[in-house]
């Protein structure tokens, strides 16, 4: 197969810092993202950390712009605006001013083997030691209990301590997955991570979902990464849906259900007791999923809740 010169889809700045071997996260818009994890976490870090563009990919050539068509103000008589998609490569810093690479913007929609050609070119010019996934998979789980995550890597070493959620399972690619495979191939550090979000707030923003992400990356890396505002919104989204849930004893039991499920399945796989077992069969998690979805969008008006 005949790619190209993979230097052709981006443009590297000029006058680059030293970065010593540094980490990029990728987390591009476009794929499963429940509640909003990965953009919240793009956001967050963009917004309170300074950065600046080291990368610029020519999405251009890779972006189907009638299924994702940008936005344009219109004002009175003449076209004010426009909001350019752009996919590019941010340099950030953490707390201690350790410098970190931030992969944002839409996932391309074409030629995924030459952009993930590119990216690997990337990631070898600025010397890239791991580069780290983030998504957002909705799950059959309590808000009420601590956000779970999935976590895979070319290396079983670079995950150790967690543990798997799911068995083999076939689902739809993302270029940031086969970006993840193809470094893999190459004997390359990448690893992912997916928060687990309930199924009846896949459609809002989670917060606690990006604040699990967030430590995640910090746990696997040593970055320093900000949490406390991720932290706060989480606390607010908490209180707002425990109060939802309490005005229905309907809601209620099925919550209830579901952290039994839950605490069952983190139980046996340390080996403790099976609580379905002794409690009897319960509703599976999409049937509980579903039921708590429908009521929460019955009794929710639409200006309680976060943009999706």
Not at 81 to 98: F, G, H, K
Not at 151 to 176: F, K
Not at 234 to 260: F, I, K, P
């Amino acid at each position: 197969m005949v790619l190209g010169d993979p230097r052709e889809l981006y443009e590297l700045a000029t006058d680059l810092p030293d970065m010593g071997q540094p980490v990029l996260i990728q987390a591009l818009t476009g794929f499963v993202d429940a509640g909003a994890a990965s953009r919240l976490v793009r956001e967050h870090l963009l917004d309170t950390l300074n950065g600046e563009e080291v990368v610029t990919f020519d999405l251009d050539q890779m972006l189907d712009y009638r299924a994702r068509r940008p936005i344009m103000d219109f004002v009175e008589d003449h076209w004010a605006s426009y909001e350019e998609p752009r996919l590019v490569i941010n340099l950030l810093r953490d707390a201690q001013e350790t410098p970190f690479l931030l992969l944002d913007g839409p996932e391309p929609d074409f030629a995924w083997e030459r952009f993930v050609t590119s990216a690997m070119d990337v990631i070898d010019r600025l010397g890239v030691r791991l580069t780290v996934g983030l998504n957002a998979i909705p799950m059959g789980v309590p808000h009420t209990r601590p956000v779970g995550v999935t976590a895979h890597a070319t290396r079983r070493e670079l995950i150790t301590g967690y543990e798997p959620w799911l068995q083999r399972v076939r689902v739809p690619a993302g270029v940031g997955h086969l970006l993840e495979y193809r470094l893999g191939q190459r004997g390359r550090d990448a690893i992912g991570f997916a928060a687990h979000v309930p199924h009846y707030l896949a459609q809002s923003d989670y917060p606690a979902a990006a604040e699990q992400l967030l430590a995640s990356i910090s746990k696997a890396t040593g970055l320093l990464l900000p949490t406390e505002a991720l932290r706060e919104s989480a606390e607010e989204v908490r209180s707002s849906v425990d109060a939802q849930v309490a005005e229905s004893d309907e809601a209620t039991n099925l919550v209830r259900a579901l952290e039994q499920q839950y605490d069952s399945f983190t139980l046996g796989r340390d080996g403790g007791a099976n609580l379905l077992a002794a409690a009897g069969p319960l509703p599976t998690a999409e049937e509980l999923g579903a039921e708590l979805e429908r009521f929460l969008a019955e009794h929710t008006n639409p200006g309680d809740q976060p943009p999706a």
